[in-house]
Structure formats: structure tokens, C-alpha cells
């Protein structure tokens, strides 16, 4: 086995949905492949695209999450401060209600929740919004060495459109001033 992650029925890997509940395992040795394999920077720093992307190269087990938990559209990823402020107010309330916390139980004690699902819709809609426009967050570091010339160079290179190959879409290119 190279690679081993939970998947919605569709063989979605959960990684790539707005659940939050599930981590995924890589071997080294695949590690190692796929670094032999590629030098795009996409695949360098996101591998499992790579898996994704190659499925013939590699063992895969997808194991299928239970049905029940794909009936809503839940949002416990943290991506947002947004995203932050309801997960806590919901493990929160599993917690004082001593409700044992598991996917399934956290699925259902959200679903009776609307206003908590009314908030994960709109947290999702606006983050694929979002996704439409570039941000930057500035960081004053030691990335360019000292170099103007490396700095400009950075700057050229952040301002490049990506196609961001998890969720499927174009990020436009940002607007840069260097």
C-alpha cells in the first residue's frame, strides 16, 4: 500500500471536501517515487495530487466514509477565522452535552444545527468567491538573501496565475508592486 485515505462514495478522497475529519498516509517509499518522478512545484509541495493524478503508479485504498455523513454539506475544515470560531463553538457544545466525539455523532449533532449549517453554506460559498481573486499576505523574511534582484524575481513569480489542481480552479494572477 502507498497511499491510504478515508473517501466519499464517489471515491473523493475526504482531503479534497470541506469535512475536516480525516487525515490521509503516504508511504516513504512513495514519497520518494514521486520525488524521483516530478519536479513540478505543485506536486513537490501537495503530493498527493501527484497520487491522484497517477493513480496507476501507485497502491491506493480508499476507504469509504460512512453514508450518513455525506447527506450534509458540514464544513469543519479550518480555513478560515470564521471556520475557527464555529468548530470551536460546536466541539464546545459536544463537549458540556458529553456527546462522545466521532464523525458520525459530530455529523448528526450538526445537521439538527441550522443556523450552524446555514453558516457552513455560506462560509463555503464565500471561500469559492474567493477563490476567484489572489490575496497576499506580506512577510517581511530572509527569502531573497538580501538581492533586490531576488526579491523582484519572488515578486515576478507570485504574480503568475496558478491553476490550483486540489478544488479544480484558476487563481488569478495578483496584483504585484514591485
Given at each position: ?152 524575481l519572488l515578486v515576478e513569480l507570485m504574480s503568475r496565475p496558478v491553476k490550483e489542481e486540489v478544488f479544480g480552479i484558476d487563481l488569478k494572477p495578483m496584483d504585484a508592486v514591485n
Open positions: 500500500m502507498d497511499y491510504w485515505c478515508y473517501s466519499t462514495k464517489d471515491k473523493t478522497p475526504t482531503i479534497k471536501t470541506h469535512f475536516g475529519y480525516w487525515g490521509e498516509g503516504v508511504t516513504l517509499s512513495a514519497l520518494k517515487r514521486i520525488q524521483s518522478l516530478t519536479s513540478d512545484r505543485l506536486y513537490i509541495e501537495h503530493v498527493t495530487n501527484f497520487i491522484y493524478s497517477h493513480p496507476d503508479l501507485f497502491k491506493i485504498h480508499l476507504e469509504q466514509i460512512n453514508s450518513l455523513i455525506e447527506q450534509n454539506n458540514l464544513r469543519l475544515t479550518i480555513d478560515t477565522y470564521n471556520d475557527f470560531k464555529l468548530v470551536k463553538e460546536i466541539y464546545s457544545k459536544l463537549l458540556s452535552e458529553n456527546i462522545k466525539i466521532t464523525a458520525l455523532n459530530t455529523s448528526e449533532f450538526v445537521s439538527q444545527n441550522n443556523e450552524w449549517l446555514e453558516i457552513m453554506q455560506n462560509e463555503i460559498n464565500q471561500n469559492k468567491n474567493k477563490m476567484n481573486h489572489t490575496y497576499i499576505i506580506g512577510e517581511i523574511g530572509q527569502n531573497h538573501n538580501g538581492s533586490v534582484d531576488i526579491a523582484k
